[in-house]
């Protein structure tokens, strides 16, 4: 087995457009893991590393539709040490291309979408 280097715990900055994106695939955790399995196989606590406010419950119904659609394999090792690890499918691999560009977008767009959802949250306020 090949040694990754462990996920930055920081790789999700708070203020990252990440949030802003306009589209979900799955839920609103997707596309993060997926970010987080780009580099290879990861183990259940690697993934919780750089996402601090997933709950266990919710990184395993992510984890659970990532699989269903066909984006995440998971894979069970026996043996001394048993783990059970999750990888991106060449489905899942096909995604990161236009993810990149959604986040592209996002940047260029960052301030827009701010103040579309500060508009918003204050309309909804005044209501």
């Known amino acids: 087995m090949i040694q990754q280097q462990p996920l930055d715990p920081e790789m999700f900055d708070p203020v990252c457009p990440s949030p802003l994106v306009p589209f979900r695939i799955g839920d609103k955790w997707a596309t993060l ?4 399995l780009q580099d290879g196989p990861r183990r259940f606590s690697e993934l919780k590393v750089p996402l601090p406010g997933i709950t266990s419950k919710s990184l395993t119904q992510s ?4 699989e269903r659609d066909g984006f995440v394999s998971r894979t069970e090792h026996d043996g001394p040490e048993r783990r059970v690890e999750y990888a991106l499918t060449p489905l899942g ?4 291309g236009p993810l990149d560009a959604a986040c ?5 767009h960052w301030d827009e979408l701010l103040d579309a959802q500060e508009a918003g949250l204050s309309d909804r306020g005044a209501r």
């Open 63 to 66: 984890l659970r539709g990532l």
């Open 33 to 36: 893991i997926l970010r987080c």
């Open 93 to 96: 691999r096909g995604l990161l």
């Open 104 to 108: 592209e977008w996002t940047r260029e």
